[in-house]
């Protein structure tokens, strides 16, 4: 009997495999981001084989896993694809890759953290937990001590925004939870992170509206501030009783059989 050994199917590019069976991605990749000086490292792949795997990381598109092996059923997969950037004090201190191959009853993720090295190349590769796989991808794009800095790199409109809201946060007129929120919208809008704000195509009578950026909800809350001193002054001018709520506004207080004078379509403005 004559043995014939079965080639190996691991990698995109194996032409024995049917078009139909090749890794499919489940999401489009993020557009690229982040330092300029980052962006050269787009359309090219870097690999590391450990054991019997080998792992690609393509910065800006996937990683995925090959098994190398003759079985029948050997796996190759998405590990993640490329949906955006991890922040911390200012700098980018990672890459998320996302909505990779299924697993149980998620996805498989990885995250690919940039180290300075000589020469760009995949270090390491490990699964700290389940489906959750951290890269080491060592590179001289990040040697210098500056090249991973968030601020200097966002446009101007955007620097103004992150400088009033540490004005706000250290004059105390914000929480950290909303110092923290307000980054997260700058650092949405530099495209650096994947949104998570809902779009609303229209407003919707009784819900709060939402501002797009700290000054405009500066400058809606001093209309607003406004607006409450002319109707204070206008129902105290009137002879009309009120009382205060704070930010809740203003709460007329019914007087039984008194005729309450003044202009009678001012409480249809209520």
């Known amino acids: 009997m004559k043995i014939v050994d079965e080639p190996n199917t691991f990698g995109l590019n194996n032409a024995i495999l049917a078009q139909g069976s090749r890794l499919q991605p489940k999401v489009t990749p993020s557009p690229v981001s982040g330092p300029a000086h980052?962006?050269?490292l787009a359309g090219k792949c870097f690999s590391l084989t450990e054991s019997m795997y080998k792992y690609e990381f393509c910065p800006f598109h996937n990683v995925t896993q090959h098994e190398q092996s003759f079985r029948w059923?050997?796996?190759?997969?998405i590990l993640g694809i490329w949906q955006e950037w991890e922040i911390v004090n200012n700098s980018f201190t990672g890459m998320?890759?996302?909505d990779g191959d299924a697993c149980a009853s998620r996805n498989r993720q990885t995250k690919v953290h940039l180290t300075c090295g000589g020469s760009s190349k995949l270090a390491t590769v490990s699964e700290p937990s389940t489906c959750v796989y951290h890269l080491t991808f060592e590179t001289p794009l990040v040697c210098h001590p500056h090249s991973l800095l968030v601020y200097p790199i966002l446009r101007e409109t955007l620097q103004k925004e992150w400088d009033e809201a540490e004005q706000a946060r250290y004059e105390g007129l914000i929480t950290e939870q909303g110092y923290n929120n307000l980054?997260?919208?700058?650092?949405e809008d530099a495209g650096f992170?994947?949104?998570?704000?809902v779009k609303v195509k229209a407003e919707v009578?009784?819900?709060?509206r939402t501002h797009a950026s700290f000054q405009e909800c500066s400058e809606d809350f001093q209309k607003q501030s406004e607006e409450m001193e002319r109707l204070r002054a206008l129902l105290t001018q009137n002879n009309i009783p009120f009382e205060s709520n704070g930010s809740r506004g203003l709460a007329i207080t019914a007087v039984p059989n008194q005729q309450q004078w003044g202009d009678t379509g001012f409480l249809d403005l209520l």
């Open 73 to 77: 059923n050997a796996y190759s997969g």
């Open 183 to 187: 980054l997260r919208d700058i650092f």
């Open 96 to 98: 998320w890759m996302r």
């Open 193 to 197: 992170l994947k949104s998570q704000r």
């Open 205 to 208: 009578p009784g819900l709060p």
């Open 38 to 40: 980052l962006h050269r």
